[in-house]
């Protein structure tokens, strides 16, 4: 049986990646290793949580002694490394809790897989889960393809970027067997209702503004998480070490529009008069550094690997509301921080 290192995994999308490993391979052990910050609720992982294949445990990427004595008491032979602090707000408030996280805790996981795989690169594997936005911003015209040059603004993007010339560096140095994905905006069930798609959907709810910052005309590419979850199964099981693949689902769309669309779904599954949920946009100053538009070029992730995405923007958006409107619990616990005395509090370091 194989076993595999999902760091991150009580986060929004490493809680899908889990559930689809866990769900879709019984063959494998998955170990969910995860801080359980502020963004991580193993509240997310209630369905599977007792599946004899899962197993959790709590410990920081940043803590190399502990990252070497995960890998001394596991053996995994293969990592999903996707924990990281993944708020472009945050960042610009706190830069370095971010250079810690994403790039000190990547190359503590690096050197654990260095060490540990010595002489087995060939039968493991080191996935490393990356964002489109270290690819900078673009004009009106072209998408990011796997070939773009990285020109990352925000802190964020820039403890991302720094990861992933990591990963390469490790595989271009010693061999490791590696492997990167760049991936666009993530939308779905459990998403943290700081980002723009679950915070619009609970002020909403609540009739409070849904702040939109400066015109709301900077565009972000948006995909079904549960699509992302899949295509990281994909390219976990097909693709040649040393390779990535950009994952998006060609779905652009202004912020404000998107907005619009969601006013409209809101008001609908809300029995409110159509228009009255688009009352409380409010634009709000500027977020610094702000990139004006993200695209991804899929094309070879379609043409090598077959992935496609499953689901259109509309059905999906419809799908994520239905969740939040019958998840209440989870967002009032989360929203209240609840869920970390109850869900969380729990685990201890190990
Ligand atoms: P998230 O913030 O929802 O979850 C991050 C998880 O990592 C949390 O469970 C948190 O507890 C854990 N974590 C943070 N620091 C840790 C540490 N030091 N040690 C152990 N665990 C730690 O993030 P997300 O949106 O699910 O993103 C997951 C990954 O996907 C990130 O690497 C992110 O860069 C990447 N990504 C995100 C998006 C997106 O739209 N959200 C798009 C592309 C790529
Ligand atoms: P976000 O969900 O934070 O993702 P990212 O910054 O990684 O793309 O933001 C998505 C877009 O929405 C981005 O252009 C910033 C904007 N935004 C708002 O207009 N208002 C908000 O309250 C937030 C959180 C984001």
Redesign the pocket.
């Known amino acids: 049986m194989k076993k595999i290192i999902i760091t991150g995994g009580a986060g929004f999308i490493g809680s899908h990646v889990v559930r689809r490993f866990v769900t879709q391979h019984p063959e494998y052990h998955i170990v969910n290793l995860d801080k359980l910050t502020y963004a991580g609720n193993l509240a997310n992982l209630r369905d599977i949580e007792h599946a004899p294949n899962y197993e959790f445990v709590k410990g920081d990427i940043v803590d190399a002694d502990f990252i070497d004595r995960l890998f001394a008491t596991h053996q995994p032979d293969a990592v999903v490394h996707l924990a990281a602090e993944s ?3 945050r960042s610009i408030t706190n830069p370095l809790e971010f250079v810690m996280a994403n790039v000190i805790g990547t190359v503590n996981l690096l050197n654990a897989a260095k060490k540990y795989w010595k002489g087995r690169y060939d039968i493991t594997r080191f996935y490393h889960v990356s964002t489109d ?1 270290v690819y900078g911003t673009l004009g009106e015209d072209g998408m990011f393809t796997e070939e773009t040059a990285y020109d990352p603004h925000s802190p964020y993007s820039a403890s991302k970027a720094s990861s992933d010339h990591f990963v390469r560096a490790y595989q271009d140095t010693y061999g490791l067997n590696a492997v990167i994905s760049n991936c666009s ?1 993530n939308y779905g069930s459990y998403h943290f209702p ?4 679950p ?1 619009a959907i609970h002020n909403i709810k609540q009739s409070k503004p849904i ?3 400066g015109k ?1 005309e ?1 565009i ?1 590419d948006w995909l079904w998480v549960e699509d992302h979850a899949r295509a990281i199964e994909v390219i976990f099981h097909k693709a040649k070490s040393g390779t990535t693949y950009n994952i998006g689902g060609h779905n652009e769309w202004k ?1 404000i529009d998107l907005i619009r669309l969601l006013c409209q779904i809101m008001d609908s599954k809300l029995g409110r008069a159509a228009g009255e949920s688009e009352k409380l946009i409010t634009f709000v100053t500027d ?1 610094a550094g ?1 990139d004006l538009r ?1 695209a991804i070029d899929a094309t070879k992730l379609k043409n090598e690997l077959g992935w496609v995405p499953s689901i259109t923007f509309e059905e999906g958006l419809e799908k994520t509301v239905d969740w939040y409107l019958q998840n209440q619990e989870w967002l009032d616990d989360v929203t209240s921080g609840h869920y970390q005395q109850y869900y969380n509090d729990q685990y201890t370091n190990r």
Do not use: A, Q, T
Not at 194 to 197: F, V
């Open positions: 708020h472009v707000d936005e905006n700081e980002k723009l798609i915070l702040p939109v910052y709301g900077n972000r912020n977020r702000h993200y």
